[in-house]
């Protein structure tokens, strides 16, 4: 924005403004070597050296707006690229959710219709041979199991039945 070149004594020597905005650059007092940040600018001063002694000072201000439309830039370059990312990964969740999350809920619905019909003659429908395949085929073969033994109880319950029947006839002989 403006610098201003003093000599060892504090007088100006040589001032540039970049604009008439600057007027402030003149009435800036000489400090010790260093910077300042400020809002919308940053003041240096340095002192100049010439054979280890100090023959003037400069001051250079300069104004952040260059700074802040490149941050501006960055935050919106990162903005684009997260809402990007998060289309990418909706489309991601949708295609997954076709392959992972369907056959659990068809399995889950096959499990709720099995409690409240206990019908066990009801299979899960396996798409796959990877895990969820496996996990399909284990509930199958678990269902089969169940549905064997429930058969095998109800035959069981039957010839008990008959043979209750028998013995009491039996019984009924004898007395």
């Known amino acids: 924005t403006c610098a201003v070149l003093y000599d060892r004594n504090g007088n100006v020597l040589a001032q540039y403004s970049r604009d008439a905005s600057a007027k402030n650059c003149l009435q800036h007092k000489i400090a010790p070597d260093g910077y300042h940040l400020g809002i919308d600018h940053l ?11 100090i023959i003037g000072t400069i001051y250079i201000q300069s104004g952040l707006d260059e700074l802040y439309h490149l941050i501006l ?7 684009l690229v997260i809402l990007f990312s998060l289309a990418i990964a909706f489309v991601l969740m949708s295609r997954l959710q076709k392959i992972i999350t369907k056959p659990l809920s068809e399995m889950a619905e096959v499990m709720r219709m099995i409690s409240k019909e206990k019908n066990y003659s009801m299979r899960v429908d396996i798409q796959g041979q990877d895990e969820l395949g496996i996990l399909g085929e284990g509930f199958n073969d678990m269902l089969s199991q169940i549905q064997t ?3 095998e109880l109800e035959l069981h319950r039957k010839n008990l039945k008959d043979l209750v029947i028998q013995r009491t006839e039996e019984l009924d002989r004898t007395n």
Do not use: S, Y
Request: net charge negative.
């Open 43 to 53: 003041d240096i001063h340095q002192r100049i050296h010439l054979d280890n002694e």
């Open 73 to 79: 830039w960055f935050l919106l370059t990162v903005v």
């Open 149 to 151: 033994r429930d058969t």
